[in-house]
Nanobody, 126 residues
Framework: QVQLVESGGGLVQAGGSLRLSCVAS????????MGWFRQAPGKEREFVAAISRSGAITYYADSVKGRFTISRDSAKNTVSLQMNSLKPEDTAVYYC???????????????????WGQGAQVTVSS
């Protein structure tokens, strides 16, 4: 089992930037496809971004494409989400996700994952 701990959430004005990080521990990091999901108040959880085990392939939701960038650092067992040009509609709890069974593409298509972090609040003010 892998443990995921997010950091980097906070309050930012529209147009600003934030960087979320997630440290994975417990298992071999390279065995996991990694991703980020989010859940806004009153809404269902939705896929945001995912990255393959090698880090060579990334996937994004249409709503964040061109503004968000997912990356992973195997030396630090960390996956990050750089969020630029933030909008009020990006306000949500962001969850780090890891999956030893599915590919990053499958995480995007299915919208689910095997393991989850505790979540980090991101609030974008207008």
């Amino acid at each position: 089992q892998v443990q995921l701990v997010e950091s980097g959430g906070g309050l930012v004005q529209a147009g600003g930037s934030l960087r979320l990080s997630c440290v994975a521990s417990g298992r071999t990091f390279s065995n996991y496809a990694m991703g980020w999901f989010r859940q806004a108040p009153g809404k269902e959880r939705e896929f945001v971004a995912a990255i393959s085990r090698s880090g060579a392939i990334t996937y994004y939701a249409d709503s964040v494409k061109g503004r968000f960038t997912i990356s992973r650092d195997s030396a630090k067992n960390t996956v990050s989400l750089q969020m630029n040009s933030l909008k009020p509609e990006d306000t949500a709890v962001y969850y780090c996700a890891a999956d030893s069974q599915r590919s990053a593409q499958a995480m995007r298509i299915i919208g689910n994952s095997e393991y989850w972090g505790q979540g980090a609040q991101v609030t974008v003010s207008s």
